[in-house]
């Protein structure tokens, strides 16, 4: 996850994130898990006072019979620190929460089916 620079975990339910924000900004809050089925689903949302209101959840589903691998659905909630004006800023610096969660999720699967993740390169 090109974005966190660092998760923390407090106890079994509860860490502190760390994500990089826009202009070398930095986000940090707190979560806490609320929902956990085993090799199913993790649900989770920001504690109260934390800075980062956010909330989500990651389900895992095995593919139908004969079929190898795992769909991987993640549904998230985030409102940003500054409300609208800071996700549109958020977008102008390529900070968008739910682009990033997808290309993740590209490189998650990059990563399983081949062993690495592409190598992203500057010119």
């Known amino acids: 996850m090109n974005h966190l620079k660092s998760v923390k975990v407090i ?7 760390v ?9 940090e809050w707190d979560a806490e ?18 800075r980062v209101d956010n909330a989500g959840s990651v389900h895992f589903k095995k593919r139908g019979t004969g079929r190898r691998g795992t769909e991987v659905k993640v549904v ?5 620190p500054a409300g609208g004006i ?4 958020a977008k102008l610096f390529g900070e968008d929460p739910a682009h ?3 290309e993740d999720l590209r490189r998650l699967k990059e ?12 010119s």
């Open 111 to 122: 990563l399983i089916e081949i062993g690495e993740a592409g190598v992203e390169t500057s």
């Open 33 to 50: 898990i609320i929902n956990e089925i085993p090799n199913e689903l993790i649900g989770w949302r920001s504690v109260d006072g934390s």
């Open 11 to 17: 106890d079994d339910t509860r860490s502190h994130w």
């Open 86 to 89: 800071g996700a549109a800023i």
């Open 76 to 80: 998230l909630r985030y409102d940003p």
């Open 19 to 27: 994500a990089k924000g826009p202009a070398r900004a930095k986000a």
């Open 100 to 102: 990033q969660v997808q």
